[in-house]
């Protein structure tokens, strides 16, 4: 893969091609926005593709340290998560191999951290750009990369969504097929072209205010900044200049810089000195600067998605703010609080523009409270199951398709055709008809020689919940319902039992007559009972 390295991407631009020359020049395409050093009162006006508004919310986390410290933990969360495939081994393998080296051999969770770092700073989202070998929607995926949001510019029009802008300043105009963006807050209104209002929008006062407390303690410890103007009467400025200038050379000679102490001037005047003060900045009355950052630290956590306590650990501890109850509400509901919304838009998007039809990307989480929550929850449905088998509202058999609906048991120790595919299909899964991950689909079902194992003389023994599966497989069989090739099949599979064995209880390739199916009908019912009454 490496051999088509950004051969066919809008990216190639943004790369040096060469090792010679030692200027790199770059055309800033939002007005030098990387020089802000300080945050404006207010931001620019909510619009949309408004850079200047953007590259503001870019820099926030170079600002105010606790709120870099909020997007550093939100993204580490996720990046820290697996990921895996689900489908055939070969291109399991291809995909594998993509995500390792995807975004210029940076790696998916490199790729990962610029991504996320650009959904919670920029109101224009995270912009994702598909390689492919070809310029059309079927052409192979080479790769896909990071786009800065910055460079990003939306056109409203959802065939060619946007324009990317290198940093030669080229624009390279892309299809729908070749990039797609995850936003956080999308906007409803028309116009906007599905911008939406990021993490640091929604969190900026606080972060102005959190970096604006830090920068006056800063100044009233080392001195920087005037923070108030004194008017003295009874000495004259040339007295004034002299002893500071004076004062200031012997601390220098003496290797002091800061904490430099009172300075003294003595005045030969019999004259009384007055001095009036007028304060130019300050903190306002009755100010409780642990309060503040206790307010901050939560509008951060609740901006970005995060438990407050993964922020501040003292926060829960002490019960600031009623932070400790909250907590717990917080983790039970995780899946639609904070990350969950970006997780899914991008498998989503991934699923349906990247992966071959016959390959599901997902993530993974291996954190041993989620398996602890994940095993509690499926024994609550196995008890569920069992309760509703005891009373006869369902069978044993059914009991199983639940399972497996639910992911309880693998759909491989399924004993019949899986009768609910269409339902299980979740809006992450892609509806295919091939074997994936091992899971062989009703219509590939191959025929396995049983015979050796399974003597046809000898005579088979089945438990009461096979007989029962058996007998409606025969019944969905004979109704016409189920293939009758595939239940050769299946049924040599599933119990070891031979071909003319399987024939023999499926009977002759065609429908069967009423009396035949009330017959049938009648020999299942019975089945059933005797089952009922051996699981009671």
Same mark, same amino acid.
């Given at each position: 893969?490496?051999?088509?390295?950004?051969?066919?991407?809008?990216?190639?631009?943004?790369?040096?091609?060469?090792?010679?020359?030692?200027?790199?020049?770059?055309?800033?395409?939002?007005?030098?926005?990387?020089?802000?050093?300080?945050?404006?009162?207010?931001?620019?006006?909510?619009?949309?593709?408004?850079?200047?508004?953007?590259?503001?919310?870019?820099?926030?986390?170079?600002?105010?340290?606790?709120?870099?410290?909020?997007?550093?933990?939100?993204?580490?969360?996720?990046?820290?998560?697996?990921?895996?495939?689900?489908?055939?081994?070969?291109?399991?393998?291809?995909?594998?191999? &993509?995500?390792?080296?995807?975004?210029?051999?940076?790696?998916?969770?490199?790729?990962?951290?610029?991504?996320?770092?650009?959904?919670?700073?920029?109101?224009?989202?995270?912009?994702?750009?598909?390689?492919?070998?070809?310029?059309?929607?079927?052409?192979?995926?080479?790769?896909?990369?990071?786009?800065?949001?910055?460079?990003?510019?939306?056109?409203?029009?959802?065939?060619?969504?946007?324009?990317?802008?290198?940093?030669?300043?080229?624009?390279?105009?892309?299809?729908?097929?070749?990039?797609?963006?995850?936003?956080?807050?999308?906007?409803?209104?028309?116009?906007?072209?599905?911008?939406?209002?990021?993490?640091?929008?929604?969190?900026?006062?606080?972060?102005?205010?959190?970096?604006? &407390?830090?920068?006056?303690?800063?100044?009233?410890?080392?001195?920087?900044?005037?923070?108030?103007?004194?008017?003295?009467?009874?000495?004259?400025?040339?007295?004034?200049?002299?002893?500071?200038?004076?004062?200031?050379?012997?601390?220098?000679?003496?290797?002091?810089?800061?904490?430099?102490?009172?300075?003294?001037?003595?005045?030969?005047?019999?004259?009384?000195?007055?001095?009036?003060?007028?304060?130019?900045?300050?903190?306002?009355?009755?100010?409780?600067?642990?309060?503040?950052?206790?307010?901050?630290?939560?509008?951060?956590?609740?901006?970005?998605?995060?438990?407050?306590?993964?922020?501040?650990?003292?926060?829960?501890?002490?019960?600031?703010?009623?932070?400790?109850?909250?907590?717990?509400?917080?983790?039970?509901?995780?899946?639609?609080?904070?990350?969950?919304?970006?997780?899914?838009?991008?498998?989503?998007?991934?699923?349906?523009?990247?992966?071959?039809?016959?390959?599901?990307?997902?993530?993974?989480?291996?954190?041993?409270?989620?398996?602890?929550?994940?095993?509690?929850?499926?024994?609550?449905?196995?008890?569920? !199951?069992?309760?509703?088998?005891?009373?006869?509202?369902?069978?044993?058999?059914?009991?199983?398709?639940?399972?497996?609906?639910?992911?309880?048991?693998?759909?491989?120790?399924?004993?019949?055709?899986?009768?609910?595919?269409?339902?299980?299909?979740?809006?992450?899964?892609?509806?295919?008809?091939?074997?994936?991950?091992?899971?062989?689909?009703?219509?590939?079902?191959?025929?396995?020689?049983?015979?050796?194992?399974?003597?046809?003389?000898?005579?088979?023994?089945?438990?009461?919940?096979?007989?029962?599966?058996?007998?409606?497989?025969?019944? !969905?069989?004979?109704?016409?319902?189920?293939?009758?090739?595939?239940?050769?099949?299946?049924?040599?599979?599933?119990?070891?039992?031979?071909?003319?064995?399987?024939?023999?209880?499926?009977?002759?390739?065609?429908?069967?007559?009423?009396?035949?199916?009330?017959?049938?009908?009648?020999?299942?019912?019975?089945?059933?009972?005797?089952?009922?009454?051996?699981?009671?």
């Amino acid at each position: 893969m490496a051999d088509t390295f950004f051969k066919h991407s809008v990216v190639a631009g943004d790369v040096a091609e060469s090792k010679s020359g030692i200027v790199w020049f770059m055309i800033p395409s939002y007005g030098g926005a990387y020089l802000i050093q300080n945050l404006p009162p207010e931001l620019p006006a909510y619009t949309p593709n408004n850079k200047q508004r953007d590259a503001i919310l870019a820099i926030t986390p170079h600002v105010e340290g606790l709120w870099a410290d909020a997007i550093d933990i939100s993204i580490s969360k996720i990046v820290t998560k697996g990921y895996e495939f689900t489908g055939p081994q070969r291109q399991i393998d291809r995909m594998q191999e &993509m995500f390792d080296e995807c975004d210029g051999m940076n790696g998916f969770f490199q790729f990962m951290a610029r991504h996320l770092r650009d959904h919670k700073t920029t109101d224009n989202g995270a912009w994702v750009e598909i390689e492919r070998a070809g310029d059309k929607p079927g052409a192979e995926v080479i790769s896909f990369h990071h786009l800065d949001s910055l460079r990003v510019w939306r056109t409203g029009n959802p065939k060619t969504p946007i324009y990317y802008e290198d940093i030669k300043g080229v624009y390279h105009e892309l299809q729908w097929y070749q990039c797609f963006n995850v936003v956080d807050m999308a906007n409803p209104r028309a116009g906007f072209f599905n911008s939406g209002y990021c993490a640091a929008s929604r969190a900026y006062k606080h972060i102005r205010k959190l970096a604006a &407390m830090d920068t006056y303690f800063d100044e009233k410890i080392t001195g920087g900044g005037h923070t108030a103007i004194e008017f003295i009467q009874g000495v004259t400025y040339e007295q004034l200049k002299d002893a500071a200038e004076a004062a200031e050379s012997q601390a220098r000679d003496k290797r002091v810089l800061f904490y430099k102490g009172k300075l003294i001037i003595p005045v030969l005047s019999d004259l009384e000195i007055k001095t009036a003060s007028i304060d130019l900045k300050g903190m306002p009355d009755g100010f409780d600067r642990e309060k503040e950052f206790r307010i901050a630290a939560l509008n951060y956590a609740k901006a970005v998605g995060l438990p407050p306590h993964d922020l501040d650990p003292s926060l829960t501890a002490r019960g600031a703010l009623g932070v400790g109850a909250a907590t717990q509400v917080i983790e039970e509901n995780q899946a639609g609080y904070g990350e969950g919304d970006w997780e899914k838009q991008f498998v989503k998007a991934i699923n349906r523009l990247l992966t071959p039809d016959s390959v599901t990307f997902s993530f993974v989480v291996d954190d041993v409270r989620d398996q602890q929550a994940r095993a509690n929850v499926s024994s609550t449905r196995t008890g569920t !199951r069992s309760a509703q088998i005891t009373s006869g509202e369902i069978t044993i058999q059914e009991s199983r398709q639940i399972a497996v609906d639910a992911n309880d048991i693998p759909r491989e120790l399924l004993a019949t055709q899986d009768v609910t595919t269409d339902e299980s299909l979740s809006d992450e899964e892609k509806p295919v008809n091939e074997t994936i991950s091992g899971v062989v689909r009703p219509a590939q079902v191959t025929p396995v020689a049983a015979a050796q194992t399974v003597p046809e003389e000898s005579k088979v023994n089945l438990s009461p919940s096979q007989t029962q599966a058996l007998l409606d497989t025969v019944a !969905r069989v004979q109704s016409g319902e189920l293939d009758y090739e595939w239940a050769i099949n299946a049924l040599q599979a599933i119990y070891g039992l031979t071909e003319d064995q399987v024939k023999a209880v499926l009977g002759p390739p065609k429908v069967a007559t009423a009396s035949a199916m009330t017959a049938l009908t009648k020999e299942i019912h019975a089945a059933r009972e005797d089952l009922n009454r051996v699981t009671s």
